[in-house]
């Protein structure tokens, strides 16, 4: 009796173990999307000379190389046009994860495209710019931000460590706050 008592508890105990250690949790794209989506849009003076504004995001996840991808509608106001350029631009990068936040911040991104409507050597000279720009643009804005309560599991404060991506979104693992 006592030995079965003994199992029982060692079950119990190692079943409340589990509970603390790491979590995996799925982000799907269309929750990161809509996050997105109330973030814009984006206005932004780029190298105080062109006033640019961001909108309608479109978040798409690139699994193969573990980045995502966004395009964006754009207009750019040069100083010298007297109207505005528009069209769309289209850049990728990696995920990471800032548990300070916490939320899911992109690094290391690069344009892919940018069409703005503007002549094709005005619109290189303008990639080059921007890439080297894009990420004072892209640095403050989280593709995700987490809300406290869905970090907080059978009483234990949980913080995001590691990210993956996968063909419907995201995989978050969390660990228990230390």
């Not at 060692?10 to 409340?16: Q, R």
């Not at 000379?49 to 966004?70: E, G, N, T, W, Y």
């Not at 990471?96 to 703005?116: K, T, W």
């Not at 913080?159 to 978050?172: A, D, F, K, N, Q």
């Amino acid at each position: 009796m006592n030995a079965g008592l003994a199992l029982a508890m060692c079950g119990l105990l190692s079943s409340c173990a589990s509970l603390t250690g790491p979590r995996k949790v799925e982000i799907p794209l269309s929750k990161l999307q809509a996050g997105l989506e109330r973030r814009f849009p984006v206005n932004h003076r780029l190298l105080q000379i062109f006033d640019i504004r961001l909108a309608r995001p479109l978040l798409s996840i690139q699994p193969d190389q573990d980045r995502v991808a966004l395009a964006l509608e754009a207009s750019i106001s040069p100083p010298f046009a007297t109207d505005a350029w528009a069209g769309s631009v289209a850049f990728s990068g990696r995920l990471y994860v800032d548990p300070g936040r916490p939320a899911v911040m992109m690094a290391e991104p690069r344009v892919d495209s940018l069409r703005i409507g503007a002549n094709p050597e005005a619109e290189r000279q303008l990639t080059r710019v921007t890439n080297s720009m894009i990420d004072t643009v892209v640095r403050d804005t989280p593709v995700y931000s987490f809300d406290p309560k869905d970090l907080r599991y059978a009483g234990i404060q949980y913080i995001p460590t590691r990210i993956e991506t996968t063909r419907s979104g995201l995989l978050v693992t969390l660990e228990p706050a230390k």
